[in-house]
């Protein structure tokens, strides 16, 4: 699907919704894309991107960024603490923030950079233990450890649901979280399923192979 088509999608979601497409940040996911896949959706409009590796982020984006400085990158993979410091320099917006030694190497390395980025709490909501995530009955505490011991400005909550399972049931858990915490941004919903996401108040939606795979 074209990046007009997901644009499409996106609006008819919201429509059946009854919110604004504005209100939904497309995130095109561009790990293991080389720049000659991702300068098309670049020279389209397209300005905020994902990556799921630190390294190989720093070795593609400044280029990019170069020729188009607007464009935002948004950390969507799991992050070492060890790689805190790169993240923070190169990334806007942090979406998996799952551990206590994480979120303290974020906000060191935040405060001597003086880059004080948006996360998001990862949630495991299926209880992967092949994923990262905060385990939800956990994260009451853990956000209290992010925001108020170590100052991390959190803005919502993150997931994955399993492959195998109605990813509803996973957008419905996350939302109910983050209502509880009264954080307003949920990023969930990928290419399979983000018009649910969008129905269960996604405000983050990421996307790529059916962004990237017709091209």
């Known amino acids: 699907m074209s990046l007009s088509g997901i644009k499409a999608g996106i609006a008819a979601a919201c429509k059946d919704a009854a919110r604004k497409p504005d209100d939904v940040t497309l995130i095109a996911v561009s790990k293991n894309r080389g720049a000659a896949e991702i300068l098309p959706l670049l020279e389209s409009g397209q300005r905020v991107f994902g990556e799921n590796r630190v390294q190989e982020a720093t070795e593609k984006w400044p280029a990019l960024r170069a020729r ?7 950390f969507i993979g799991r992050l070492q603490s060890n790689k805190a410091k790169e993240a923070v320099a190169l990334f806007e917006v942090i979406h998996t923030v799952d551990r206590p030694s994480l979120a ?20 495991n909501t299926g209880a992967e233990p092949q994923k990262g995530g905060i385990a939800p009955e956990n994260l009451a505490g853990f956000y209290k450890t992010c925001t108020q011991d170590v100052g991390l ?5 993150m997931c994955i649901p399993p492959a195998e399972e109605v990813p509803e049931l996973h957008f419905a858990l996350l939302h109910k979280h983050a209502r509880a915490l009264g954080l307003a941004h949920l990023s969930m919903g990928m290419s399979g399923d983000y018009p649910a996401a969008i129905r269960m ?15």
């Open 68 to 74: 188009f400085p607007d464009t935002q990158l948004h």
């Open 104 to 123: 303290t190497a974020l906000a060191q390395e935040m405060q001597k950079q003086s880059r004080h980025l948006p996360c998001f709490i990862q949630v």
């Open 153 to 157: 400005n959190i803005i919502g909550l």
């Open 201 to 215: 108040q996604a405000t983050h939606i990421r996307i790529g192979s059916a962004l990237f795979d017709v091209m």
